[in-house]
């Protein structure tokens, strides 16, 4: 069964070496600039993981995190960025996100995050 994951980075850089960590380590990967297929409710596959940086032009990557919670309950989310979210950003933070990374973040660091995420829900 193919795993796939989701990069959501306005980052050109960022989210192509991502993508190709990930799809090096043999994962299926979508990379999308923005939100807007979420936006649109648009999700052509089951995402195990979604990595959401918080910084993006158009969204709040907690509300993006939130929105892809909703459409997708089981997808475990990687929030990423290069600060560390606000005081009052950290209740919801709790609700939606599984792991933060802070950048800059090593390629083992990644895949070892998403590794673990990618184990079955034990409920």
């Known amino acids: 069964m193919e795993t796939w994951i ?19 380590a043999g994962y299926q990967v979508s990379a999308w600039a923005d939100d807007e297929p979420l936006r649109e ?12 940086d918080f910084h ?15 459409l997708q309950p089981d997808c475990r989310v990687i929030l990423i960025s290069s600060e560390i979210p606000g005081v009052s950003e950290r209740p919801q933070m709790m609700d939606v996100v599984d792991r933060f990374l802070a950048k800059p973040f090593s390629k083992d660091v990644i895949l070892e995050t998403v590794a673990q995420l990618c184990h079955p829900v034990t409920r």
Do not use: F, N, Q
Request: no cysteine.
């Open 56 to 70: 993006l032009p158009a969204a709040d990557g907690l509300k993006v995190a939130a929105r892809l919670k909703l």
């Open 6 to 24: 989701l990069v959501i980075d306005d980052d050109p850089g960022t989210r192509e070496a991502l993508a190709d960590i990930l799809v090096r």
């Open 41 to 52: 409710s648009v999700l052509d596959r089951v995402y195990r993981v979604a990595v959401v």
